[in-house]
Nanobody
Framework: QVQLVESGGGLVQAGGSLRLSCAASGSALNINSMGWYRQAPGKQRELVAT???????LYADSVKGRFTISRDNAKNTVYLLMSTLKPEDTAVYYC??????????????WGQGTQVTVSS
């Protein structure tokens, strides 16, 4: 099993900041890409940001310049620093990781989700 545990969500005023964390656990992990997705009520889950093991990051247009994704490969952890938050950022944020464990077994795992609420 490859499990992802998220933390850092909560309630924040518009214009404020939050940092989300997601730690992957399992045996003999080789994680390629990690990322964050979000889903608001009545909307499809959408990509927020992804980052490769080499540090290449990709962002949704709606968060460019405001959010920063980073990772600590040694800790199998990905972070999302969210700044200048807007009410439209309110959603459940999900962590994702993919790669292989024990060299030959692929995985694509999701966290349980953490609620981010931005008040106006």
């Amino acid at each position: 099993q490859v499990q992802l545990v998220e933390s850092g969500g909560g309630l924040v005023q518009a214009g404020g900041s939050l940092r989300l964390s997601c730690a992957a656990s399992g045996s003999a992990l080789n994680i390629n890409s990690m990322g964050w997705y979000r889903q608001a009520p009545g909307k499809q889950r959408e990509l927020v940001a992804t980052i490769t093991s080499g540090g290449s990051a990709l962002y949704a247009d709606s968060v460019k310049g405001r959010f920063t994704i980073s990772r600590d490969n040694a800790k199998n952890t990905v972070y999302l620093l969210m700044s200048t938050l807007k009410p439209e950022d309110t959603a459940v944020y999900y962590c994702n990781a993919n790669g292989h464990h024990h060299y030959i077994h692929p995985f694509d795992s999701w966290g349980q989700g953490t609620q981010v609420t931005v008040s106006s």
